[in-house]
């Protein structure tokens, strides 16, 4: 079993910046893939992008792409979102996500195994 915890939510104003941890309990420079998602009310699950944590490729949703980004340290078994010039539209519950292997073009919600708790990112205009 895989446990995640998610970290680093809160308000902040358009064109801001927040940073997301995920602490995993397994090896982030071992072979999985750790994702980050986000759901807003009444909306679907979106994938935001994903890490390899073998090589360290990235890949992101295209809306994101320039503006977030994602790292891990593996000696503290942690992923990261740092999430600049952030965007009304970009208010959800964030949430970090894992699978074996390392394809990081997975973009269905459900081909992940393990999910973190979730955390709220406001962004106000």
């Known amino acids: 079993q895989v446990q995640m915890v998610e970290s680093g939510g809160g308000l902040v104003h358009a064109g801001g910046s927040l940073r997301l941890s995920c602490a995993v309990s397994v090896r982030t420079s071992s072979n999985y893939v750790m994702a980050w998602f986000r759901q807003a009310p009444g909306e679907e699950r979106e994938f935001i992008g994903a890490?390899?944590?073998?090589?360290?490729?990235?890949n992101y949703l295209a809306s994101v792409r320039g503006r977030f980004t994602i790292s891990r340290d593996n000696a503290k078994n942690t992923v990261y979102l740092q999430m600049n010039s952030l965007k009304p539209e970009d208010t959800a519950a964030y949430y970090c996500?894992?699978?074996?292997?390392?394809?990081?073009?997975?973009?269905?919600?459900?081909?992940?195994?393990?999910w973190g708790q979730g955390t709220q990112v406001t962004v106000s205009s």
């Open positions: 890490i390899n944590c073998n090589s360290g490729i990235t």
């Open positions: 996500a894992t699978r074996s292997g390392g394809n990081i073009y997975y973009s269905n919600s459900r081909l992940y195994d393990y």
